[in-house]
């Protein structure tokens, strides 16, 4: 198996909350029950709350089995990708075949907004850690910035968050995203850490917009702002960015295809120097590899602040609604 041939595995690429992390996609390109005024990813295409076999479990196992075998080792299995994973209705399935082939941890990065499904809560038992999201403190700011499915109700939504960390016993981190303007202040964040309190994650993870954002309107909160509202959360709370992990692979593990640099675009948009370090490329030689795929129609540029996010050029198909 070529690294072409993978469909929904990628990676490992860096990152600050996993190290390096081997991604793999449960539903197709923004299939998701938000659609986050943040979101990388862009507007989300396929809203809905309608769990199904979105990909085949064994064909996603086959591939875990492949890539796994050819290395380099990752720190986590990440289920995540291109929209929300606890929408497959095999989820905890996966999680099981997972475990009965490799001892890597798995995390499972979710937006929550399906904890209170009691088959959700179920499936997620065996995962070794759950970051679940909590962006807003009542339902009209939840609205504003998560943009949910109409079948989700923030207090429902709450609850099943609550329900669940009650039940879980290994780590859960709730990732808290601000946006400066919305939530970024101390009356919207002192309405989000009333609610953590209730909830009693293991970690908050502050964290703000970093990448091109679904709406151009959206900014981050600054590092200073986001240092001075830390101190209304209960416990420690630490600030997640999408710095570099620094560890770095061995060289001899860095052989990456146009393929996997193209993979790696299609989850998430990065500057050169989030290429190179998530796929552990000189940063000369992830520069020089963009610039080629650019030339040839495979990626767009886009502007934000002072840095350049390379993204996939998607095909019309690939972004039809469901
Ligand atoms: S940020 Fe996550 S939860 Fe929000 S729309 Fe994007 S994929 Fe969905």
Redesign the pocket.
């Known amino acids: 198996m070529t690294s072409t041939d993978f469909k929904y595995v990628y990676g490992p690429v860096a990152s600050r909350r996993l190290g390096r992390s081997l991604g793999v996609d449960l539903v197709p390109f ?1 299939t ?1 029950s ?3 005024v ?4 862009g507007r ?1 295409t396929c809203q809905t709350t309608q769990r199904s076999e979105y990909v085949p479990v064994d064909d996603v196992l086959a591939e875990l089995k492949t890539k796994l075998a050819l290395g380099p080792w990752p720190d986590y299995i990440g289920l995540a990708g ?3 994973p606890t929408l497959h209705a095999r989820i905890g399935e996966l999680i099981d075949g997972i475990k009965h082939l490799t001892r890597v941890p798995v995390a499972v990065l979710t ?1 929550g907004s399906l904890l209170w499904v009691p088959d959700v809560q179920e499936a997620l038992m065996e995962a070794d850690l759950v970051m679940p ?1 909590l962006d807003a403190g009542d339902e009209p700011m939840f609205q504003h910035v ?1 943009r949910p499915h109409p079948e989700i109700l923030f207090e429902v939504m709450v609850d099943g968050l609550a329900a669940f960390a009650a039940r879980f016993r290994k780590l859960l981190w709730l990732e808290v995203l601000l946006v400066e303007g919305l939530t970024g202040n101390e009356t919207e964040v002192g309405k989000i850490a009333a609610l953590a309190r209730r909830i009693r994650p293991g970690r908050v993870q502050l964290n703000t917009v970093s990448r091109p954002p679904a709406e151009e309107s959206v900014k981050p909160v600054s590092a200073q702002q986001l240092a001075a509202l830390c101190r209304l959360f209960p416990k420690a709370v630490e600030i997640i960015s999408d710095a570099a992990s620094q560890n770095p692979l061995p060289d001899s593990l860095a052989a990456v295809t146009d393929q996997e640099i193209l993979d790696l675009l299609a989850r998430r948009p990065c500057t050169p120097q989030g290429v190179a370090a998530g796929l552990n490329l000189h940063l000369q030689e992830a520069t020089k590899r963009l610039h080629t795929l650019m030339k040839a129609g495979e990626l767009s540029v886009l502007r934000k602040d002072d840095d350049l996010f390379y993204q996939l050029v998607m095909a019309p198909a690939d972004q039809d609604s469901c």
């Open positions: 923004k998701c938000y659609d986050c943040y979101c990388q990813l989300t291109s929209g929300e937006n999201s998560n």
